[in-house]
Nanobody, 122 residues
């Protein structure tokens, strides 16, 4: 299983970016997918997550500005980021809870993407 993230870059304060993360090598499907970020000198923290049925969860700091979505057919999760602030500057990591057995057993394990840097200039 591999997760390939893309879409990071440099953007001005108030701008927008869209991140994408595609999972490959999936045999039994994916449960939850999402994004964490880690700013310099800080711990990694959850930004947003989405279940296989589309139920979403967001960190308070990004509610109303970020939108997470996924394409189950493509095993891909997206993060649309709007009204970006310098405080959003961080490395963004995608993750996927990948089923390692037939769905009836419900066993899943986490896989992570390589991280993509988002820099918001003031």
């Amino acid at each position: 299983v591999q997760l390939q993230a893309s879409g990071g870059g440099l953007v001005q304060n108030g701008g927008s970016l869209r991140l994408a993360c595609a999972a490959s090598g999936i045999e039994f499907g994916i449960r939850d997918m999402g994004w964490h970020h880690q700013a310099s000198g800080k711990e990694r923290e959850l930004v947003a997550s989405i279940t296989s049925r589309g139920v979403t969860e967001y960190a308070d700091s990004v509610k109303g500005r970020f939108t997470i979505s996924r394409d189950n057919a493509k095993n891909t999760v997206y993060l649309q980021m709007s009204s970006l602030e310098p405080e959003d500057t961080a490395v963004y990591y995608c993750y996927a809870e990948v089923y390692i057995s037939p769905l009836s057993l419900g066993v899943a394990t986490d896989y992570w993407g390589q991280g993509t840097l988002v820099t918001v200039s003031s």
